[in-house]
């Protein structure tokens, strides 16, 4: 019996090329069976679902798309659907059904990785029969070593980009520059528009760029900022009052960000000149692929 490995495809070039390495040139390919998924947010960037696509069809390659299925219930955890390039969300559906019952993430509340891409991408191999036994890759590279998770072992989690190819990001961005295609987003930018795990001037950028795209979550701001999941207790400033909960570091909202760009104007501007894809201008962002928040699966 074959081995069986969970490749899950970020919507990035680092992610892009392990799964390119381990389907096309890993010498232990022929030993394993791949499952490749995507969990589809409904707020990614355009670009990255392009990406996606292009990667399924050039690397000959099938990718399951998933996206987070929930129900109100409390006690019943998120499920799966399974959508398509043509069928995916792309005005936050499945990001507001998790506001809807969790609240609105943040560095507080981190639910939005374990509800919108863990548990829905564990929901669909428990589905197929893959629900022991398999290893799951993640694409992080050797320059990223810190970020790997120390119970790794416990959760049967590998990284190729480090345990097998050692490879970093001015190698990974040479491959691709050597591609018919590549991810047309710039570094700062991610795959989703506008996560809470951006850094504050990357977010500031994003919004003299693209002010639409916090049109979402300022949205959830004003429908869900004072809403109090079971379970939790409301947070109260000095005098008693509910404080709204907020997306941003810092506890900053949608408003606060823009209201911040005349101080990061000319820092983010001057910055952002290289017009290299994936040239890292500001290099504060933390981990977000699905095994960041590994403590907190249901």
């Known amino acids: 019996m074959k081995d069986r490995v969970l490749i899950s495809f970020s919507g990035g070039e680092t992610s892009g090329y392990m799964l390119y390495y381990l389907t096309n040139l890993w010498e232990g390919r022929h030993e394993c069976e791949f499952l490749v998924v995507f969990a589809n947010t409904g707020e990614e960037n355009e670009e990255t679902l392009e990406f996606v696509k292009k990667c399924g069809e050039a690397f000959n390659v099938d990718i399951v798309w998933v996206e987070a299925l929930v129900t109100m219930e409390m ?23 998790i506001i809807k ?17 863990l548990n829905p991408i564990h929901s669909y191999v428990k589905s197929i029969g893959w629900d022991k036994g398999y290893k799951t890759a993640i694409g992080i590279r050797y320059d990223e070593i810190d970020r790997i998770v120390s119970d790794r072992k416990k959760y049967n989690v590998i990284y190729p980009l ?12 040479f491959w691709w520059s050597q591609q018919e295609f590549r991810l047309n987003l710039k570094s700062y930018q991610g795959n989703c528009k506008t996560c809470w795990k951006k850094s504050i001037r990357n977010l500031s950028k994003i919004a003299q760029d693209n002010p639409e795209h916090f049109d979402f979550f300022k949205k959830m701001e004003k429908k869900y900022g004072m809403l109090v999941p079971d379970g ?23 408003q606060d960000i823009f209201n911040g760009l005349d101080y990061f104007n000319g820092i983010v501007r001057d910055a952002s000149d290289n017009t290299n894809y994936q040239l890292d201008i500001f290099d504060e962002e933390e981990s977000c692929d699905i095994f960041s928040m590994c403590g907190q699966q249901d």
């Open 101 to 117: 019952k969790y609240g609105i993430p943040n560095q507080a509340f981190p639910h939005c990785n374990r509800e919108m891409k």
């Open 232 to 254: 939790r207790e409301p947070i109260l400033d000095e005098e008693g009052n509910q404080i709204p909960a907020k997306f941003f570091r810092g506890a900053r909202s949608v």
């Open 162 to 173: 480090i345990e097998y190819k050692k490879m970093t990001k001015p190698k990974i961005n």
């Open 75 to 97: 006690g019943v955890g998120t499920k799966h659907k399974i959508v398509d390039f043509d069928t995916a969300s792309r005005n936050g559906e499945p990001f507001e059904a």
